[in-house]
């Protein structure tokens, strides 16, 4: 079992930057990937990015490539999100997971564990 909690959401303007934090607790965390998918009102949960266990690699959705970063630092069980030039269509809850595959996967049903995420709201 993985218990995941997210934190940093908030209101910002446009053009504005945020840091999201995702600690995790329970198995083995550093082993595997971990994603960040968010939610807007009236849509499905869609991808925003993943990083594998090491580290080396990511992956990020099409609409936040070169604006939002993930990173993750294994010694404290934690998962990061920067976001910068941030966009009113950015708003959305954003919710971490665990995948329990050396893989990433932009699908949700691809992972096993679910925070219970963080509004991010940008005021245009």
């Known amino acids: 079992q993985v218990q995941l909690v997210e934190s940093g959401g908030g209101l910002v303007q446009a053009g504005g930057s945020l840091r999201l934090s995702c600690a995790a607790s329970g198995r083995t965390y550093s082993s595997y990937v971990m994603g960040w998918f968010r939610q807007a009102p009236g849509k499905e949960r869609e991808f925003v990015a993943h990083?594998?266990?090491?580290?080396?690699?990511?992956r990020y959705a099409d609409s936040v490539k070169g604006r939002f970063t993930i990173s993750r630092d294994n010694a404290k069980s934690t998962v990061y999100l920067r976001m910068n030039s941030l966009k009113p269509e950015d708003t959305a809850v954003y919710y971490c997971a665990v995948r329990t595959y050396y893989s990433g996967s932009i699908y949700p049903n691809d992972y096993n564990y679910w925070g219970q995420g963080t509004q991010v709201t940008v005021s245009s």
């Open positions: 990083i594998t266990y090491s580290g080396a690699r990511q």
